[in-house]
């Protein structure tokens, strides 16, 4: 979990699903309901600010997504989740892990 002040944690696991709900959400969104370049950019801000993360941090994202990816009952979302820390530029593709 990461630290914001010394010796207090927080519970990443609800801001974790809250990046993959606001992904999902743009991935998913049809040219209606969300404009394709504002999804596009959206995504391209999150990678961006999570890129900006140090690599034990990476590596904690990337336990957490793993995790609420197998605690995922709809397949398609939990494929979807394991595909983010690829897509956002921060690991090898799931295939090759």
Known sequence: MWSYQEGHR???EPLVRSILAALLLLENSDDSEVDP???VAGMEAIAHE???L???EIEELITVVG???DTEEHPARREFY???PFALGMSVPPSDR
Do not use: F
Request: glycine content about 0%; aromatic content about 0%.
């Open 10 to 12: 927080v519970n990443t």
């Open 54 to 56: 140090t690599p034990a």
């Open 82 to 84: 394991r595909s983010v």
């Open 50 to 52: 999570l890129q900006q």
């Open 37 to 39: 370049d504002v999804a």
């Open 67 to 69: 995790h609420v990816a």
